[in-house]
């Protein structure tokens, strides 16, 4: 099993900035991705950001050239660092570990991004 402890989020004005950290923990061996994921209250659950050993990286549209997900060897430490935020934003956010043949999640942060 793995174990997904996400932190950094909170209420930031628009324009501000926030550093998620996810800390995995477990069966890390395995884990060949990692990412985060956001879901806002009535919405489904979105890709933000993913990055693999290989050195792929993935973004969504809507954050390339303000956000940037990087990994501590991508197998126990990933971080998403948020820049010029905007309400839009505002969500759940989620890790997520590539593992095998399954996916694992943490628990989520909160980002509010309001004035």
């Known amino acids: 099993q793995v174990q997904l402890v996400e932190s950094g989020g909170g209420l930031v004005q628009p324009g501000g900035s926030l550093r998620l950290s996810c800390k995995a923990s477990?069966?890390?061996?395995?884990?060949?991705?990692m990412g985060w994921y956001r879901q806002a209250p009535g919405t489904q659950r979105e890709m933000v950001a993913n990055i693999r050993k290989d050195g792929y990286l993935e973004y969504a549209e809507s954050v390339k050239g303000r956000f940037l997900i990087t990994g501590d060897n991508v197998r126990t430490t990933t971080f998403l660092q948020m820049d010029n935020l905007k309400p839009d934003d505002t969500a759940m956010y989620y890790c997520k570990a590539d593992w095998g043949n399954r996916d694992w999640w943490g628990q989520g942060t909160q980002v509010t991004v309001s004035s």
């Open positions: 477990g069966s890390i061996d395995r884990i060949y991705g």
